[in-house]
C-alpha cells in the first residue's frame, strides 16, 4: 500500500497524531520547493460562454487540477454535483450536509434562506463543500462558466486540501464515514418518530441542539465506524449504558462501617466534565435507550464539525488563496480568456471585501479577508522578506513558499495560525487596532494599534479572539448531588468576568429536561471567589 | 486526478419538506393566529392566497449559552483611522457598527421571523377542523361512486398493468414442466456418450446415434419459448361501488337595497368561505345559489358574486323557491341538505312571519343544517322571528355579524367539527 495516498494512516503509524509538529518540522510528504514546470502552453484558451456544458467543467477541472497537482496540493477525490437553486437551498438548511435527520429548525432556516433569496436580499453561496471522502462540492446550476471554475478550484481544490491535510481535521472529522453515519442518523430519529412520537423526538432533539456546542471532546479522539459497526454496537452499547446508570442510581442502601462522611463530600462526578451531553448521555438517569442514542447522534455530529468552526480563517483563506493562485497561473498560462478572468476576480473582490471599522457594512473581520491575507503574505515572507520579516519569522523568510504555506497550512488551528504568522506587515495593512471593552468603564480604551509597540498585543489579542475557549463561555458539569435530590450543579467559570446570556436559563430547562431532575448554575470568578448560583431549575414534570 | 461529475438537478428536489412541516407543525398556533388575522383584512377576490406569516423572533428562538454583554472584552478591528493608544472613545450606543461594538452572537435587534406560507397550506390551516355536520355517508347514490382495487391477476390487460415477476414465475414454471423429461434424456445421453470406451474414435455408428439423439433433444429444448403469451399475468383491479354521501348546499344571499356596500360584502365573504370551504374539501357536492330581492332567482356562481341587480325584499320568495328546487331535485332520502343564508335581516312587513312558517313546516324538517347570517348588528323583524326556531330545531344556527373581521370566526363556529373547540 503506498502510504502516500492515505495521509491519515501515515500519521498514526509513523507520529504521535496528538503532537503538534514543531516549528519547521516538514510533512515527510513531498511538497514541491517551487511550482512544477507547466506543460504546453494551449493554443487557444478554453471557451467561455456564458452558460456551461458538463463537457466544458471537465475541461476545466482537467486544467484546474493539473495545475493543482504542480503546486503539489494533496487531495481528496472529487465528486462535483451539479445543484439547482432550490437544492443548494435545501441544503444549506440541513447544515450543508447531503442528508440530516428532520427537525424544525432546519426547517425554520430554510425558510429564513428562501425568503432571503427570494427578495434577492442575499446571493446563494455559490458553492457547499462537504468534508467527505470523496470530497463532494456543489455546483449551482445558475452560475456561469467562469464561476463554475472558481467554484472548482476554490472548493474541490482549496477546501479539499485542507479538509484532507489539517491535523484538527484529521483527528476530529472522520470525512470517510459521516455520509455513513448521517444516513444512520436520519433513519435512527426518523424510526424514534414513528415509535415515540414526533413531539417527544422534537422536545429531545430540541435540548439536545441547545447543547451541541457543548457536546465536544477536546481532547479525546473519536473513534472511526463504519455504518455496519455503527449499527451492529447500537444495541450492545444501550444494554451496557442503561446498565451503568441503573448501578449509579441504585436505591440499595450501602452497608455500614464505611466512612459516611468522606461519601458525603466525594463529588460526583471526580473530575468537572466539559462535555455537557456526553455527561448526560451516560448518566442521566431517567433517559431510555433511544433518547441515549439521539443524544450520542447530536454529539457525534457535533464533534464533526468542530474542527471546522476553530478553522474558518485558516480554511476560507486557504480556499481563496488557492482559487487566485489557481486561475492567476492559468491564465498566466494563456487557459482562461479575459472575460472568465474580470468575472471571477469582480465575484473574488466582493468576497474578500473588508469594510473598516465604523463603516455602515461593518460586522467584525471579515475571515476570507484575514486568511487570504494572511497565506499570501506568508507567500511574500518567502519570496520577498524584508529585514523586519527576517526579525519576525527567520524560521520561513526567504525559505521556498509551497512547504512553509503547507505546513501553516496542515499543524495550526485559527487561533494558533495567528498567534504564528499574523506579521506586523499584515497589521498595517489591514489597520489594525484592539478596542479594550470594559463594561466598569465608561469608555472604550484603544490598546494597541498597528505600530511598533502594538504588533504583539495585536497578534495576541486576534489570536484570541478565534480562540473557541474564550469565544464561547465556559461551562461545566460539577457536581450531582447523588444522595439528595440527584440536582445536577453545572459550574461557569467566568472568562474576563464575562456574564452569560439572559437565554442561559432558557437552556438550562433544556438540560433540566434531559437530565430529568434539578439543574442549577453556578458562576464563579478566575480569581476563586465563592461561587454565585446564576439560575435554578426544578425536575421537570414527567 | 480523480473526477466524478454527478448532476442531481433532477433527483431529490425539496428534501426540507419534511423539516418544513415540522416547522408548520411546531408553530401552528401562532401561524393559525396569523392566518385567521390575515382573512379578515383581505379583499374578497384574494382570499384564496398565500400569505405571509410573521411570528416574533423570541417566540422561535433556540437558545445557546453564550456570553451577555458586560465583563471585559478585547476586540481587534481593521481600518483604523484616527486612533493612537491611549485614546478613549465614547461607547456607541445600540452597536450600530460602531467601532466598539463587537458583531456579537445574538445582541442585534432583530426582525419578527417572516415566512411565506404556501395556497395549500393557507387554505389547509384555514379549514381545519371544519366539517359538514350531520353528513350521512350510508347511501349508495344514483349514480355511484366506483373506488377501484387490487383484485388478484388476469389473463389479459393493458401493458403497463403487467405484473412482470408473476409473468415470469410462470414462464419458469412451464419451461420447467416441459423440458423437465427431455432434459433428464439428454443428461442420461451425454453420460452414455461419455461412458462409451476410450477406443472408441468418434466416427461408429453408435455415437453417430448417441450424438443425433442429443442433437434432436437439444433441438427440442431450444423451441421452447422463454415467454409464452400464456405467461402473460395483468394485475386486475375491481371496481367497487362504494357509498357516498350526496349532499346540496343551498346559498341564499339578500340583494336588496338595504344591503348596502358593506353589508354585501360581508354576506359575500361568508359565501365565499363557505364556497371555498365545500369545494375544497367535498369532491362532489351540488351548490345552489340563490339570490333575492323582492323576487328569488337561481343564479350561477359568477353572477352570484359579482351581479349588481338590486331591489326591495321579500325574503320568503327566496324561501319558497329553495323549497321548490329542493323537492323536485333533491329528494330527502337521497341527499344531504344544508342550507346558508345571509341578509341583513330587514324585511318586507309581515313577511317575516310567513318566512318563519314556512322554514318551520317544509324546509327545517328536510335539511341537515340550516345557518343564518344576519350582517348587520342591529335586531330586525326577520331575526326576531327566526328567534323562535332554535329551540325547537337544534339544527338550525343563528349569528350576527358586523365586521369583516368577525365572519371567519363565525364560520368557524357554525361549521366546526364535532368535538373541537373553535
Redesign the interface.
Known amino acids: 500500500m503506498n502510504l502516500s495516498a492515505y495521509p491519515a494512516l501515515e500519521r498514526r503509524a509513523g507520529r504521535n497524531p496528538r503532537k503538534q509538529a514543531a516549528p519547521g518540522e516538514r510533512q515527510p510528504r513531498d511538497v514541491p520547493r517551487a511550482l512544477l514546470p507547466a506543460g504546453k502552453r494551449p493554443a487557444h484558451p478554453l471557451p467561455d460562454p456564458i452558460d456551461w456544458t ?1 463537457e466544458l ?2 475541461r476545466y ?1 482537467a486544467a484546474i ?1 493539473a495545475t ?2 504542480r503546486f503539489g496540493l494533496d ?1 481528496y ?8 437553486a ?2 443548494m ?3 444549506y ?2 447544515v450543508g450536509m447531503p442528508v440530516s435527520y ?7 432556516e ?3 434562506t ?2 432571503r433569496y ?1 427578495r434577492g436580499h442575499m446571493g446563494l453561496a455559490y458553492e457547499i463543500v462537504i468534508n467527505a471522502n ?1 470530497c463532494i462540492s456543489y455546483l449551482m ?1 445558475e452560475n456561469s462558466t467562469a464561476m463554475q471554475a472558481l467554484v472548482i478550484a476554490h472548493a474541490a481544490y482549496g477546501h479539499n486540501s485542507f479538509f484532507k491535510n489539517n491535523y484538527l481535521f484529521g483527528m476530529w472529522a472522520d470525512s470517510g464515514s459521516i455520509i455513513d453515519y448521517l444516513v444512520y442518523a436520519r433513519d435512527f430519529v426518523g424510526q424514534c418518530e414513528e415509535r415515540h412520537g ?1 413531539e417527544a423526538v ?1 422536545r429531545l432533539l ?1 435540548s439536545c ?6 457536546g465536544v471532546d477536546r481532547y479525546r479522539r473519536p473513534s472511526r465506524k463504519s455504518l455496519a459497526r455503527e449499527r451492529a454496537e447500537l444495541e450492545q452499547r444501550e444494554a451496557y449504558v442503561q446498565q451503568q446508570v441503573n448501578v449509579l442510581w441504585r436505591t440499595l442502601p450501602t452497608r455500614r462501617g464505611k466512612d459516611s462522611t468522606a461519601q458525603e463530600s466525594e463529588r460526583f462526578p471526580k473530575e468537572p466534565e466539559e462535555n455537557l451531553l456526553y455527561f448526560i448521555e451516560k448518566n442521566a438517569p431517567l433517559l431510555e435507550p433511544w433518547q441515549r442514542e439521539i443524544v450520542r447522534i447530536v454529539r457525534k455530529i457535533a464533534q464533526y464539525f468542530y474542527p471546522q468552526r476553530q478553522t474558518q480563517v485558516m480554511n476560507e483563506g486557504w480556499a481563496t488563496f488557492w482559487h487566485y493562485t489557481l486561475l492567476n497561473t492559468l491564465y498566466d498560462e494563456g487557459w482562461l480568456t479575459n472575460g472568465v478572468m474580470i468575472e471571477w476576480l469582480s465575484s473574488h473582490a466582493n468576497v474578500i471585501h ?12 471579515n475571515p476570507y ?1 484575514l486568511g487570504f491575507s494572511m497565506y499570501r503574505d506568508i507567500r511574500r515572507i518567502c519570496e520577498n522578506p524584508t529585514e523586519e520579516d527576517r526579525r519576525w519569522f527567520p524560521d520561513i523568510a526567504g525559505t521556498p513558499w509551497l512547504p512553509a504555506l503547507d505546513h501553516a497550512m496542515r499543524n495550526y488551528k485559527d487561533e494558533s495560525f495567528i498567534g504564528q504568522f499574523l506579521s506586523p506587515q499584515l497589521m498595517r495593512d ?10 466598569s468603564e ?10 511598533e ?2 504588533y504583539r498585543l ?1 497578534r495576541q ?2 489570536s ?2 478565534y480562540d473557541l475557549g474564550v ?3 465556559n ?1 461545566q458539569v460539577w457536581n450531582v448531588n447523588l444522595r439528595g435530590d440527584r440536582c445536577l450543579t453545572l459550574r ?1 467559570t ?11 436559563l ?2 438550562l430547562k ?1 438540560v433540566a429536561r434531559l437530565w430529568g431532575f434539578g439543574v442549577q448554575i453556578e458562576s464563579v470568578n478566575d480569581d476563586g471567589e465563592l461561587p454565585v448560583l446564576l439560575h435554578s431549575v426544578p425536575a421537570p414534570s414527567a | 486526478m480523480a473526477l466524478q461529475i454527478i448532476d442531481r438537478r433532477l433527483a431529490g428536489k425539496n428534501k426540507s419538506v419534511g423539516n418544513r412541516e415540522r416547522f408548520v407543525r411546531r408553530y401552528k398556533q401562532q401561524i393559525a393566529e396569523a392566518v385567521r388575522r390575515a382573512v379578515a383584512r383581505r379583499d374578497i377576490r384574494h382570499i384564496e392566497q398565500a400569505e405571509n406569516i410573521t411570528i416574533p423572533r423570541k417566540d422561535i428562538s433556540e437558545p445557546v449559552f453564550h456570553h451577555g454583554p458586560g465583563g471585559i472584552r478585547d476586540t481587534v478591528h481593521p481600518g483604523n483611522s484616527d486612533h493612537v493608544r491611549g485614546d478613549r472613545i465614547a461607547r456607541p450606543q445600540g452597536g450600530a457598527g460602531g467601532a466598539g461594538s463587537q458583531a456579537s452572537d445574538g445582541g442585534e435587534a432583530e426582525d419578527d421571523f417572516t415566512f411565506t406560507l404556501t395556497r395549500e397550506e393557507f387554505m389547509q390551516l384555514f379549514f381545519e377542523d371544519l366539517a359538514l355536520p350531520r353528513l350521512l355517508r350510508t347511501h349508495l347514490g344514483d349514480t355511484p361512486q366506483y373506488r377501484t382495487r387490487r383484485a388478484g391477476y388476469s389473463h389479459d390487460g393493458t401493458p403497463h398493468n403487467l405484473a412482470l415477476l408473476r409473468t415470469m414465475r410462470g414462464a419458469l414454471g412451464r419451461r420447467i414442466a416441459l423440458t423437465k423429461a427431455s432434459h433428464r434424456e439428454l443428461l442420461a445421453l451425454q453420460a452414455q456418450l461419455k461412458a462409451l470406451p476410450a477406443t472408441e474414435d468418434g466416427t461408429s455408428e453408435a455415437v453417430a446415434e448417441l450424438r443425433r439423439r442429443i442433437d434432436a433433444l437439444s433441438t427440442r429444448i431450444g423451441k421452447v419459448a422463454f415467454l409464452d403469451p400464456l405467461d402473460l399475468r395483468f394485475r386486475n383491479r375491481a371496481r367497487l361501488p362504494v357509498p357516498t354521501s350526496q349532499a346540496v348546499m343551498f346559498c341564499v344571499m339578500d340583494v336588496s337595497g338595504s344591503m348596502d356596500q358593506g353589508r354585501k360584502d360581508l354576506a359575500k365573504r361568508f359565501f365565499i368561505l363557505l364556497y371555498l370551504f365545500l369545494t375544497r374539501h367535498y369532491e362532489k357536492i351540488d351548490i345552489v345559489f340563490i339570490r333575492h330581492h323582492t323576487q328569488a332567482a337561481e343564479v350561477g356562481e359568477d353572477e352570484f358574486f359579482h351581479s349588481t341587480e338590486s331591489g326591495g325584499t321579500v325574503v320568503s320568495s327566496a324561501l319558497a323557491l329553495l323549497d321548490q328546487i329542493m323537492r323536485a331535485r333533491y329528494p330527502v332520502q337521497d341527499w344531504n341538505i344544508y342550507v346558508a343564508q345571509a341578509s341583513d335581516g330587514d324585511n318586507f312587513g309581515n313577511d317575516s312571519g310567513s318566512c318563519r312558517s314556512l322554514l318551520a313546516d317544509r324546509i327545517l324538517p328536510l335539511v341537515r343544517y340550516f345557518a343564518y347570517v344576519q350582517v348587520a348588528q342591529e335586531a330586525q323583524n326577520l331575526w326576531e322571528e327566526y328567534s323562535r326556531l332554535p329551540p325547537l330545531f337544534p339544527h338550525f344556527a343563528m349569528r350576527k355579524v358586523s365586521e369583516p373581521g368577525e365572519i371567519y370566526p363565525v364560520f368557524r363556529d357554525l361549521f366546526k367539527k364535532e368535538g373541537v373547540s373553535v
Open positions: 458538463f467543467i471537465e477541472h487540477a493543482a497537482e487531495t477525490p472529487n465528486q462535483l454535483e451539479v445543484i439547482s432550490e437544492q437551498m435545501d441544503a438548511a440541513s428532520r427537525h424544525w429548525s432546519y426547517g425554520k430554510f425558510l429564513a428562501e425568503r427570494r470523496p446550476e414526533l422534537e430540541d441542539h441547545a447543547l451541541a456546542n457543548f473588508q469594510p473598516p471599522a465604523g463603516h455602515r457594512a461593518y460586522s467584525g473581520i479577508t489591514m489597520r489594525l487596532f484592539a478596542i479594550h471593552d470594559d463594561a465608561q469608555e472604550l480604551l484603544v490598546r494597541a494599534i498597528h505600530d509597540d502594538g495585536l489579542l486576534l484570541q479572539q469565544r464561547e463561555p461551562i461557569h467566568r472568562y474576563q468576568n464575562r456574564p452569560l446570556a439572559e437565554d442561559a432558557e437552556v433544556h
